[in-house]
């Protein structure tokens, strides 16, 4: 599975990646890391605290500047590998540590380098997938912390990342806690982040294979996509990881996320892997989208009505008319590029 750019590896491993002598985790941990310095070492030593001990990791330096990979090889912990590869992007280097994952792996799981497993996690994570021998692909909850460690609303993004839909008729309904999470939920919206709430098969990760790189920002979702599309996932209605918030996000990024939800949602539209019913899910689910960004606008105009400001009247009224305009057309405004 070669990614096209040229790797180089710490501690002189081949490529099939294992080391002579390396522990062989049946737990691999895939760091994707771009001028994470800073943050990478509290993110290893959550590794390291954790109560389950075979996992391996592999920090995918991707073009760092600031000696990322320097830090996580000064660790001097057998069980850190450190690959290197020109910048491509979070997806590129996902890939490559995929690229390098060990034989021994029975899961996988991703991990952000400026995100925090909690000590438990591992063990809660490959307990709940051992204990549904019929699921390969868990996925748990995370709070949100600021730059120095510190709660953000606790309790705020496990309520949201709990919020999940199905399919009923026309409508999509909430799902409970206890139900799995189902295709239908994942195309509606996917909130199981960050990656490192899941763990998954092994076997379902050779299946699927890589993350895709033409899709902005959401490329992850399109890889749970992928995986709910062979069986439904199991939710872990549990607290595993701190989810780093700060200025640099990705997710805070609005023109890229409107940019990534398209091309998600291009590539669920028209994926000749997907069979019609999914298709047409996402379809209702794109409309449902444009549905509620219209009510938001909506929302939105009135206060700017009550305040006189036609402009701001103006500018929600016309993405009023856009996103009607888009649910009119459907998966026609999605089409894909000849």
């Known amino acids: 599975m070669a990614d096209g750019a040229g790797t180089t590896t710490a501690g002189g491993a081949d490529d099939a990646g294992e080391r002579a002598g390396a522990p062989a985790g049946r737990i691999a941990v895939v760091i994707p890391a771009y001028q994470a ?13 954790q109560t389950r001990g075979d996992w391996v990791a592999v920090v995918v330096d991707d073009g760092s500047t600031d000696g990322t990979g320097a830090v996580a090889e000064q660790l001097g912990d057998p069980r850190v590998r450190v690959v290197r590869r020109p910048n491509g992007g ?21 991990l952000d380098a400026d995100d925090v497993l909690l000590p438990h996690a591992l063990a809660a994570l490959s307990a709940a997938l051992e204990a549904h021998p019929g699921t390969e692909f868990v996925h748990a909850l995370a709070e949100t912390v600021d730059v120095q460690g510190r709660l953000l609303d606790e309790g705020g993004w496990p309520a949201f990342m709990r919020q999940r839909w199905a399919v009923d008729g026309w409508r999509f309904v ?12 994942v195309l509606h919206s996917w909130r199981g982040f960050p990656p490192a709430v899941w763990l998954i098969r092994r076997s379902a990760v050779d299946a699927v294979g890589r993350f ?18 062979r069986r439904p996932l199991l939710m872990l209605d549990e607290v595993v990881a701190h989810y780093r918030r700060h200025g640099s996000n990705a997710t805070d990024d609005a023109d890229l996320a409107r940019i990534g939800v398209r091309a998600f949602y291009r ?8 069979d019609p019913r999914s298709r047409a899910t996402a379809r ?12 938001a606008a909506l929302h939105r105009a009135g206060p700017a009505l009550r305040g006189r400001r036609p402009l701001a009247v103006a500018r929600e009224a016309a993405a009023v008319g856009v996103h009607a305009a888009r649910w009119l057309r459907g998966a026609t405004f999605l089409a894909p590029s000849r």
């Open 37 to 49: 310095a800073a943050t990478l070492p509290e993110t290893l030593r959550s590794l390291q605290a």
């Open 90 to 110: 979070i997806a590129a280097a996902r890939n490559t540590g995929l690229d390098e994952l060990p034989a021994s792996a029975r899961y996988v799981t991703f």
């Open 174 to 185: 909430p799902l409970p806690t206890s139900a799995p999470t189902t295709l239908d939920s």
């Open 212 to 229: 895709d790189g033409t899709i902005p920002m959401n490329d992850d979702w399109d890889y749970v996509r992928r995986l709910a599309r």
């Open 267 to 274: 590539k669920a539209l028209h994926d000749p892997e997907d």
């Open 284 to 295: 209702r689910a794109w409309r449902a989208l444009q549905v509620e960004a219209a009510l």
